[in-house]
C-alpha cells in the first residue's frame, strides 16, 4: 500500500482497469500501490489486452482518460493500427492555443474546434479537439472541466476521423467505467483492502472482478433484456435472494417459490436460459 496523494496519510492502491467498452466485461488489470504514478504499466496493460482480443475483431477503439496522455502510449495504439481518443493534460502551450481557435458554435451553446500540435518529445503532430462552454454564474463543484475566462474546456487528442463534437460524445461514453467502479466498490466489495500482504490483496482484487464478469455474463446470458443493467444489489435483491424449498416429487428434485413473488416469470426465464447454456 501506498499513501494517497489526495488523502494525505490514508493507505490505499491505484488500480488500473480496463473494461471493454460493448459488453462491459472486465478486461485486465492490475493491483498497484497507491502513490504508483499514474502512467506506470500502462503499456503492459494495453499489450495484454491487445493479446485477449479475439483474431475476428478487425477495429479496436480505446478510449483513455489523461492518465494514458503519453507519446508511448499514442505510438503503442498506432502500432497497432487502433483508433484511440484520450484526455489530454492542459499543458501552458495547449492552454495559450484554446482562445485563440476559430470555434463552431451549436445551438446547445456547445462550441467545437481543432488544431493540429506536436508536444515536447512527441515524434510528429497530432489531431486536438477542444469543446467548450459557457461557465454559469454559479458553477457547480461537480464541474471538473478546465476553464479559461469565462469558458470550460475539454481537450481530446484523436486519430478518429469525426467531428470534434462527435470525438467528445464517443469519449464521454467512457463514464460507463465510473459507473462500473462505483459498483465494484459498493457491491462487490472492490475497495475493501483485507489484509496487510500485496499479493494476498492483489489475489482478492482479481477474485473479485472475475465474480463481476461471472454476474456480467449472467446478466447478459440468462436475463432478459429489461434485468441486464441492474446493478449486482438489484439481482439480489430480486432473483438471488428469494425464499423457496427444495423438494423431491416423484423422486425429482423440485424448486418451489412464492406463488406470489412478484419476478418469479424472470427468475424462471433466467432458469430456462441457464439450462440451454452449453460449456
Not at 488500480?15 to 500501490?33: A, M, Q, S, V, Y
Not at 467502479?181 to 483485507?194: F, G, Q, S, V
Not at 417459490?257 to 441457464?274: R, T
Request: aromatic residues 14%; charged residues 25%; proline residues 7%.
Amino acid at each position: 500500500m501506498g499513501y494517497n496523494p489526495i488523502k494525505k496519510g490514508r493507505p490505499s492502491y491505484h488500480p488500473l482497469l480496463c473494461f471493454n467498452g460493448i459488453t462491459k466485461d472486465f478486461w485486465h488489470g492490475e493491483l498497484r500501490p497507491g502513490d504508483t504514478h499514474t502512467s506506470t504499466g500502462i503499456l503492459q496493460l494495453l499489450e495484454a489486452s491487445f493479446s485477449k482480443l479475439p483474431s475476428s475483431v478487425k477495429v479496436v477503439i480505446t478510449r483513455g482518460d489523461k492518465g494514458f496522455y503519453d507519446h508511448k502510449t499514442i505510438e503503442y495504439l498506432e502500432s497497432r493500427k487502433a483508433f484511440f481518443a484520450v484526455v489530454v493534460k492542459v499543458t501552458k502551450p495547449i492552454k495559450t492555443k484554446l482562445p485563440t481557435l476559430s470555434y463552431k458554435k451549436y445551438p446547445s451553446g456547445i462550441e467545437e474546434a481543432e488544431f493540429f500540435y506536436q508536444p515536447l518529445h512527441w515524434k510528429k503532430k497530432y489531431r486536438f479537439i477542444v469543446i467548450r462552454r459557457p461557465v454559469p454564474e454559479e458553477p457547480s463543484e461537480q464541474l471538473k472541466l478546465f476553464s479559461v475566462g469565462n469558458y470550460s474546456y475539454q481537450v481530446g487528442v484523436t486519430n478518429l476521423k469525426l467531428k470534434p463534437l462527435n470525438v467528445w460524445r464517443f469519449y464521454n461514453g467512457r463514464a460507463a467505467v465510473e459507473l462500473i467502479i462505483k459498483e465494484l466498490k459498493a457491491d462487490y466489495p472492490l475497495a475493501k483492502i483485507p489484509t496487510k500482504h500485496f499479493a494476498a490483496n492483489e489475489a482478492y482484487f482479481h477474485l473479485l472482478l472475475f465474480a463481476y464478469n461471472l454476474v456480467n455474463w449472467f446478466k447478459r446470458l440468462c436475463l432478459p433484456k429489461e434485468m441486464q443493467n441492474m446493478t449486482l444489489r438489484t439481482i439480489r435483491t430480486q432473483i438471488l435472494l428469494v425464499p423457496g424449498e427444495l423438494v423431491r416429487t416423484q423422486n425429482k428434485p423440485l424448486l418451489k417459490l412464492p406463488a406470489s413473488y412478484w419476478y418469479k416469470d424472470k427468475i424462471e426465464y433466467a432458469l430456462k436460459q441457464l439450462d440451454k447454456i452449453k460449456l
